[in-house]
């Protein structure tokens, strides 16, 4: 009987809530009693809950209530919440942003200009349909930083709020006594319900607060983040004035620019222009990934730093020795007749490219041409296997690629008696390609092997 009570209770615990998993049990603070009652906060079936003050429901409220009918284009609200479980005593606080809008914004980041000082929310984003509206709901995890950006909201007059995704909602909310309309007096109402309601922990416990931030990561995915942003830092270009980015507001000079610097750096291809679009916006994530920065999408003062400081690596073409066709197999044949370091190759017309994925790594490039024999086509991931060995030690895979659709398109996929350029790249770390000694690349097709020795 005692060992039945023991699995079952076991059961009710492993039941509690999903996102509590791995959490450590948190101290009483949590004073449901004054949530339930003064509130009406529910918990549902596992035990989880949200809080936030009554003035902040109102506006929210009013907001959805609004959204059916308001034609003025999108619209915004964000107030702080507390979410948790009360089974096991833990909550966090939450920084939470509506949008409403004929499309959705995809977010990743949601910036504040207030008071001279900007900051950087980096959140999860959901969206749902609100009749002929799409709701995204955008949600970071309050830190030490947030709360700073919650003191200074709660005590300004007036701020900017922009959101960033697949495009950039910008939207003020100021304090006064008559509003243009109601997207603005919901956004300044915003700005006085910035408060968590009673019974919620103190969240500046170090302990509490270590405990919150492992719940929100297990709830939400990766951890996301509030940071104060560097406005001093150095840039020769003028940037948007509130928020300190090449984006919407920033001068048309000062996009080409960037995009230039995109292009220049193998980021993006194509003619540049002065109108921040899709293709500007994926090269700039593209170029944040490879820099180490927050992956956002829309250029800052420290992206355009490691543009202007990233000098792109030489073409160094040297020229083999074979012969046009020198390396034949029942299936295909081709050349090798040069080769050079860089860090991205592109399709001959624009549309097609590779990178390497980390800036302190290089492509060694062998480039020809290739040539099917085969009635079916090839795959030259499975079917061509190729890879460099240095001194005979250190061994690098190779990637084998060929051009497809007109030379917009680097492709592993070898058509039926096709013939077209051959593209080999190998990433290796760049201090290893400035060593001196010998390369050997080395492929292989059907049992046929053929190599080719380089000496630096």
């Not at 049990?25 to 936030?52: C, T």
């Not at 003028?238 to 620019?257: V, Y």
């Not at 051009?403 to 398109?409: L, N």
Request: glycine letters at 8%; charged letters at 20%; aromatic letters at 10%.
């Amino acid at each position: 009987m005692i060992k039945k009570i023991c699995v079952f209770f076991l059961a009710m615990m492993m039941c509690l809530t999903a996102f509590a998993a791995n959490v450590e049990h948190a101290d009483p603070a949590l004073d449901r009693e004054i949530l339930s009652a003064r509130y009406g906060v529910q918990a549902d079936e596992n035990g989880d809950f949200v809080a936030m003050s009554p003035k902040a429901k109102a506006i929210e409220t009013y907001f959805m209530g609004k959204i059916a009918s308001y034609a003025g284009g999108g619209m915004l609200m964000f107030n702080v919440q507390a979410e948790g479980n009360f089974e096991t005593g833990i909550s966090y606080p939450v920084l939470r942003v509506l949008y409403a809008g004929s499309a959705p914004l995809n977010a990743n980041t949601v910036m504040f200009s207030v008071g001279g000082e900007v900051y950087a929310a980096r959140v999860q984003s959901s969206v749902s349909n609100a009749g002929r509206y799409h709701l995204e709901t955008m949600k970071a995890y309050l830190t030490e930083e947030g709360f700073r950006l919650v003191e200074s909201l709660v005590n300004t007059q007036k701020a900017n709020i922009t959101i960033l995704g697949s495009d950039q909602y910008t939207q003020a909310a100021e304090k006064a006594k008559y509003y243009g309309n109601t997207k603005l007096e919901i956004s300044a109402e915003c700005l006085s319900a910035l408060t968590l309601p009673e019974g919620t922990p103190d969240f500046s416990a170090y302990d509490l607060q270590a405990l919150s931030e492992k719940a929100f990561s297990a709830k939400y995915g990766k951890m996301t983040e509030i940071e104060k942003i560097d406005t001093a830092l150095e840039c020769e270009y003028a940037l948007d004035k509130s928020f300190f980015l090449a984006a919407d507001n920033a001068p048309s000079a000062t996009i080409r620019a960037v995009q230039e610097l995109l292009k220049q750096n193998g980021f993006m291809v194509g003619s540049t222009g002065t109108q921040v679009n899709a293709d500007m916006i994926s090269a700039v994530k593209t170029a944040q990934a490879y820099y180490g920065l927050d992956v956002t999408g829309y250029a800052d003062a420290r992206l355009i730093k490691a543009l202007k400081e990233n000098k792109p690596v030489e073409k160094s073409e040297e020229k083999a020795e074979n012969a046009a066709f020198a390396y034949s197999t029942e299936q295909i044949s081709f050349s090798v007749d040069a080769w050079y370091l860089a860090g991205r190759v592109d399709s001959t017309m624009p549309g097609g490219s590779v990178s390497v994925s980390d800036k302190d790594n290089v492509f060694v490039v062998f480039e020809g041409e290739i040539a099917s024999k085969a009635i079916k086509s090839l795959s030259l991931s499975w079917e061509v296997k190729a890879e460099l060995e240095k001194d005979g030690k250190y061994v690098f895979p190779c990637a084998v690629y060929t051009e497809m659709q007109a030379g917009s398109a680097l492709s592993t996929t070898l058509g039926v008696l096709e013939e077209g350029r051959l593209v080999i790249v190998c990433e290796i770390p760049m201090e290893i390609s400035q060593m001196d000694g010998e390369w050997t690349l080395k492929l292989s097709e059907g049992g046929n092997a053929f190599e080719m020795n380089l000496v630096k």
